[in-house]
Every structure is written in structure tokens, then in C-alpha cells.
């Protein structure tokens, strides 16, 4: 035998010893994985154990949830009812200013523009001074002013209301009085 050839015959067992011992290494593995499957009888899935675990979780954060999103309705359906009393009770507010009624109308509800809540409207009226105590307002004269409170309730607790308020000067020329008066001086100036 030449150098060669011991060299080739060296190389051929260096082979086979590695592509056998890689052999053995897949058959531990399948050996492995069949004592699974026959362990757990072939079949796979979840066991008794783990199906319970998974129901107490559930039992435990189910009810937590459906307080959650109950409470986020409940301050969603707040939410809107405020929104359109706000708006019902700002367009009431113009209404009663602009047609001078604030002064005579003073109750009442929505009517037909909606039919289906049950938002109704109070309007108070008070008289209203500036004084160097309560007001940034410094009074060149002394002219009372009227603050008008349109209040829009609904529901049946005590918070659930809006109010919103403003001051009217009486020389306002959409007011009844100030309509009047112009009336008479004009009438009386013709004479």
C-alpha cells in the first residue's frame, strides 16, 4: 500500500465514522419523539388540568370586562345627553334674547324637534349690578343689567342638567322694553 491509498482508506473511515454518528443522533431523535406519542397515547390536545386553569382565568377576567365596558357606556350615553343639552340649551338661549321673550317665557320643552328625549328648559331672570367687589368691571354708570339662566334638565337625577347663563343690557334693541321705549320717543318726537 502506498501513501495514497492509507491516506484515502484514512479519509473513507473519517467519513463513515461522522455520517455514522450522525445516524445514531436521528435515531435518538425519533426514538425520542415516539416515546412521546405513545406516552400520550398518540393523540394530542389540551389536558383536563389546562382546560380548567383556563376557565378560572376566564370566570376571573370576564366580570372585570363587563364592568369596564358597561362603565364606558355609561359615560358615553352622559356624554352625549350633556353634548345636546349644551346645544339645546345655547339655541334656547339665543332664541329667548333674540325675540325678547326671555322676560315673559320663562318654561317649557322641545316640542317636535325632539319628540323623543325628554329635555326640558327652565329660564330665570335676575337683575344684575357691577360692583368693585364681585366684578372686574368698573361702573361708569350705574345701569342694571339682566342675567338670563337658561337651565336644560333631563333624566331624574339633580346633576343631570345644564345651565347657561348671559346679561342683557336693557337698551338692547331687540328687547321688548327698549322697542317700546324707541316706539314712544319716536312717536313722540313726530308730534
Request: no cysteine; proline share 3%; charged share 20%.
Amino acid at each position: 500500500m502506498n501513501a495514497r491509498q492509507g491516506d484515502k482508506e484514512t479519509r473513507r473511515q473519517g467519513e463513515t465514522s461522522i455520517a455514522l454518528f450522525d445516524r445514531r443522533l436521528r435515531l435518538r431523535a425519533d426514538l425520542r419523539q415516539t416515546a412521546r406519542e405513545a406516552a400520550s397515547g398518540g393523540r394530542s390536545g389540551f389536558t383536563l388540568v389546562e382546560v380548567l386553569a383556563a376557565l378560572l382565568l376566564m370566570s376571573i377576567a370576564l366580570p372585570a370586562i363587563m364592568r369596564g365596558i358597561s362603565t364606558a357606556s355609561r359615560a358615553a350615553d352622559s356624554a352625549r345627553h350633556r353634548t345636546e343639552a349644551s346645544l339645546l340649551a345655547a339655541s334656547k338661549l339665543n332664541e329667548l334674547i333674540s325675540t325678547g321673550q326671555y322676560l315673559s317665557q320663562t318654561s317649557g320643552d322641545f316640542g317636535t324637534d325632539w319628540p323623543q328625549s325628554q329635555y326640558t328648559w327652565t329660564a330665570q331672570t335676575a337683575d344684575w349690578t357691577p360692583t368693585n367687589n364681585n366684578s372686574n368691571v368698573t361702573p361708569t354708570l350705574q345701569q342694571t343689567m339682566t342675567e338670563v339662566d337658561v337651565t336644560v334638565k333631563w333624566g331624574n337625577f339633580d346633576n343631570d342638567q345644564v345651565t347657561i347663563s348671559t346679561l342683557v343690557y336693557p337698551n338692547n334693541p331687540t328687547s321688548t322694553t327698549a322697542i317700546q321705549d324707541a316706539a314712544t320717543s319716536a312717536s313722540g318726537t313726530t308730534q
